[in-house]
């Protein structure tokens, strides 16, 4: 008797697997798309409320990059002030012309110098009555009272300790009366941009944790609202991210809108005060223009305020979530 063959089995299918997979995703981004469009309605119907924390979050947002953006702009000046270090070298009242001549030949030969000038007395006073505008004042002087004088160009690869030590060898000289090294102001001007950058470092730093706490009791506020709400979807089964999901997408809505104020307050500041230094810098004949933040400064303006908003949201949910259970 021929026993009847047995028909193979079908290997389970991977497509059920697969399908619910598409199907939790498929949830998933419905979920944060509602969360996200309910959460917005939410801040918009509250427009009183909702303008006054995005103006504070703006402010705080404001102040720190409006000052960063005003420092880039001095720099922006001060940039254009720099050259090489000089060294002036003030000769003494009895130094002929030919001894200041023949030094300043000599000196244009030392190892850490890359040039020398000599100026005489009588064409440094020339100068200073051509740029002086004082030229009847120093016509009636009876005598020149300026001295000789010397201008050291130290090589370009000479650090700053080096230029100091040099400068100091140079007055040594029994001929020179004083040596002034003419980058002092502006090293001082880098090291007060110095500071006032890390006084904006601290400064942001203060009101972004500002912004933090601001944000928090917010979220907190709206929390407290939506308490009996929690406590019905958790009752069904909801998890507490599920729960978290519309609280931060309302943190990051407050966070955008102040941001995007940020940028707006910002820009109009500095529209207000163009004209004002555009007239200055003509009357100094220079080129300057303020610079402001530009499309990408407020995008990230604005993509910093979310992720603030964000954080926000996440530290409030976190620490107040937990206390509403079911009971």
């Not at 953006?69 to 940039?79: E, K, M, R, T």
């Not at 016509?139 to 230029?163: G, M, S, W, Y």
């Not at 060898?169 to 002092?184: F, G, K, P, Q, T």
């Amino acid at each position: 008797m021929i026993g009847r063959r047995k028909t193979p089995q079908r290997k389970a299918s991977a497509r059920p697997s697969r399908t619910g997979l598409l199907n939790q995703l498929s949830g998933w981004l419905q979920h944060h798309r509602l969360s996200a469009a309910d959460s917005l309605v939410r801040v918009i119907e509250n427009p009183g409320s909702s303008l006054l924390t995005w103006l504070v979050i703006g402010i705080a947002l404001a102040l720190p990059v409006g000052l960063n953006v005003a420092l880039d702009n001095v720099s922006q000046v001060s940039d254009g002030w720099e050259s090489p270090a000089q060294i002036s070298l003030f000769l003494q009242d009895g130094a002929a012309t030919e001894e200041a001549q023949q030094l300043a030949s000599e000196l244009a030969e030392h190892k850490d110098v890359a040039g020398t000038r000599f100026i005489s007395r009588e064409e440094a006073l020339n100068e200073f009555r051509e740029l002086s505008g004082f030229a009847d004042v120093l016509a009636n002087l009876q005598e020149n009272p300026l001295p000789n004088l010397i201008l050291v160009t130290p090589l370009v690869t000479l650090d700053e300790p080096a230029v100091s030590a040099l400068r100091a060898e140079l007055e040594e000289n029994s001929v020179v009366a004083e040596a002034v090294l003419d980058m002092e102001w502006l090293q001082r001007l880098n090291t007060l941009m110095e500071l006032s950058r890390r006084i904006v470092l601290a400064v942001g730093g203060m009101l972004v944790v500002g912004v933090l706490l601001i944000l928090g009791n917010t979220i907190r506020l709206a929390i407290e609202n939506r308490r009996d709400e929690i406590v019905i979807v958790k009752l069904v089964g909801g998890s507490n991210g599920f729960v978290r999901r519309p609280f931060l997408y309302t943190g990051l809505w407050y966070g955008v809108g102040g941001g995007v104020l940020a940028a707006i307050l910002v820009s109009s500041a500095l529209w207000f005060l163009e004209d004002p230094i555009s007239d200055l810098a003509l009357l100094y004949e220079s080129a300057f223009y303020l610079s402001g933040l530009g499309v990408m400064g407020a995008l990230n303006l604005v993509i910093l305020g979310g992720l603030l908003g964000l954080a926000g949201a996440w530290l409030a949910v976190s620490r107040h979530l937990v206390h509403i259970e079911p009971q």
